[in-house]
């Protein structure tokens, strides 16, 4: 299968976007540079031991290599093209293998395009379907209408039977009582079958074609995003590290010499030295614990079961930059001067040497049972309001999909960058939080590269806030000061915003 | 002389409710909590009519009205079916087994009564 893969154009992409010249990768291979060149251009095949090597040299996972070899996307892509499903236009045999080989990303993608179609198509279908003919919905109904039934006939009877006997009267209206509060529970099944774990969520769970992202961030939440291995393993890292004279970032680079003869700043490019130093801390740290916990890492990658390669690489990645934040920002030290501090994040910021995001991200992991910080959520979002990255530990239930609620101050702090900005927000169903949000901007390096803009939020339960200096001026026990917000727009019963995108949810039911 | 009407129903508390009306009616009530019992019943204390509910356990309503049609000697009881609202496959399978008359739950008491009182008359379903 190797011997078959063409993986040229992919090693050059993966050279170039390190700026690395054939002459240093072939050096770094142990190949020269010429053969280097032929492997390039497809000319020669890439061996294991090679890729092994390749894999190393970049830090990157050779299974991404592995995972889609061009024979085996372009039998994939064959498949699309005959399904009965694929609207056209025809793509011969040539088509498809040179898609394939050149421009893999691109196979790929028509690859995952199509198999979300298939699933949006088959979960559309089958929802209607399925809401119609689910058992349990079935039998709902005919519960349902049991109890109206016996609610009915019972107050009828009291109403047109004015001389009952007293105990009579009695008994019937225990009944109507009790009828009716079987009713209120039966109402509250339908409802939890209805939302986000029932009729509607398993539609979601099923879908093959999760991406990546969305599989680990799930994994994530399964573990509460606290992982008690890699704290330990973090801890005995930092344990290693000499005492840090010139700085966190200065020990670093000394363990990764030291340890695994890495001489980091050496392969530093231009891109790298751009970097603010706690961002570049923060890449030493993630290299050091890839290197350095690896096992430790392995047990997780292995406690998560069957991933596809690409979430696995992922999650790899995600574990590793957790470790790295643990070693950055240790779990006893930290959690201590987050309550000294009351979660002055600026502060935590200056202390730890390291950026708000980091920062906000390391407080949501602190989860460790008998030593818990305060339970934040935790989002970050693109000037178009996009969400990269969340969790939620405060009872916030963060949609995934839909957007988010205008209102949200995570979206104000765009008008106020690099200020904090904070909001007590009151949620439909009667729930209040703190949030805290600033919103920055990263530039590549360089003169004319475009920035990036993005903000971070944190927030929690408003019973919390006493732990919060962000609490101190506000005020908070007032719910009718509250700022009202929903979720987003579309799962919103506030028919008085101004700010809605879109009309209430609709009514379920007939 | 009092005409005899057997209820069957297996929730208790509109087995209850049925009980009282008819007897309020002045109806001679006997009553059964699930198809079997039902049968039974129809045997030993010959109603001169079912009020039955589709869904029950053991033997459903459906069963009963077709073993209670099938027997030559209870040609002359009367059959009026009780299910839950809407679902039109049901009465048209009720009515096609034998049944006088089918009513919806949840149903008023002042129509369940009447509707009773016509079959047993022996008028057929009102109307429309």
Known sequence: ?510 | MTQRVLVVEDEPNILDSLSFLMKQAGFDVRLARDGDAALRMVESAAPDLVLLDIMLPRRDGFDVCRTIRANPEWKDVRIVMLTAKGRKPDRRKGMQLGADDYITKPFSNREIVERVQRALDGGGPPAG
């Open chain 1, 1 to 510: 299968m190797l011997n078959e893969t063409r993986l040229g154009n992919r090693i050059r992409r993966l050279r170039t976007g390190n700026r690395d010249t054939q002459a240093r990768l072939a050096g770094r291979l142990g190949i020269s540079a010429s053969y280097l060149n032929l492997i390039e251009n497809d000319r020669r095949p890439l061996t294991p031991a090679l890729l092994g090597r390749l894999a190393e040299a970049y830090g990157i996972d050779e299974q991404i290599f592995l995972a889609d070899a061009p024979a085996r996307l372009r039998a994939d892509l064959a498949s699309i093209v005959e399904d009965p499903l694929y609207p056209g236009p025809r793509l011969g045999e040539r088509a498809l293998t040179e898609l394939a080989a050149t421009l893999p990303e691109a196979g790929r993608a028509l690859l995952a395009l199509f198999r979300a179609y298939l699933a949006t198509r088959r979960e559309a279908a089958g929802l209607g379907e399925r809401l119609a003919g689910d058992p349990f919905l079935a039998e709902a109904r005919h519960r349902l209408l049991t109890r109206l039934t016996s609610i009915r006939s019972y107050s009828e009877i009291l109403r047109d039977n004015i001389d009952l006997a007293v105990d009579r009267r009695e008994r019937f209206a225990d009944v109507l009582v009790d009828e009716s509060e079987q009713l209120t529970d039966l109402v509250g099944e339908v409802f939890d079958f209805l939302g986000a774990d029932g009729a509607i969520g398993v539609g979601a769970q099923e879908s093959p074609n999760e991406s990546p992202a969305a599989l680990i961030a799930d994994l994530v939440r399964t573990h509460n995003n606290h992982y008690p291995d890699l704290e330990d393993a973090a801890e005995a890292l930092r344990a290693t590290l000499a005492a840090p004279s010139s700085g966190l970032y200065g020990a670093l680079l000394e363990a990764l010499q030291r340890d695994h003869n890495v001489a980091l700043e050496a392969e530093a490019g231009p891109t790298t030295e751009a970097l603010p130093r706690e961002s570049r801390t923060f890449q030493a740290a993630r290299r050091l614990a890839m290197l350095s916990c690896g096992p430790a890492i392995d047990r997780c990658l292995a406690g998560s079961g069957d991933l596809p390669s690409a979430a696995s690489a992922l999650y790899r990645q995600v574990l590793g930059s957790y470790v790295a934040a643990a070693v950055v920002m240790p779990y006893g030290p930290f959690r201590q001067a987050a309550a000294d501090l009351r979660h002055d994040l600026a502060l935590l910021q200056h202390h730890f040497d390291t950026s708000f995001e980091q920062v906000c991200h390391r407080l949501t992991t602190l989860q460790r049972p008998g030593a818990e910080g305060v339970p934040f959520h935790f989002l970050r979002l693109d000037i178009a309001g996009n969400v990269s990255k969340s969790f939620s530990a405060s009872g916030l239930h963060i949609p995934r999909h839909g957007g988010l609620c205008p209102r949200w101050n995570a979206h104000l702090a765009f008008m106020t960058p690099e200020r904090i900005d904070i909001q007590v927000a009151q949620l439909p169903d009667g729930t209040r939080y703190l949030f805290v949000a600033k919103a920055m901007s990263r530039a590549a390096a360089g003169q004319g590269a475009p920035r990036s803009y993005y903000a971070v939020a944190i927030g929690c339960d408003i019973s919390f806030a006493p732990h919060l200096v962000y609490a101190d001026n506000l005020v908070t026990d007032r719910p009718a000061h509250d700022v009202p917000v929903g979720l987003n727009c579309r799962q919103c019963p506030r028919r008085d915003c101004a700010q809605r995108a879109g009309p209430p949810p609709f009514v379920v039911g007939t």
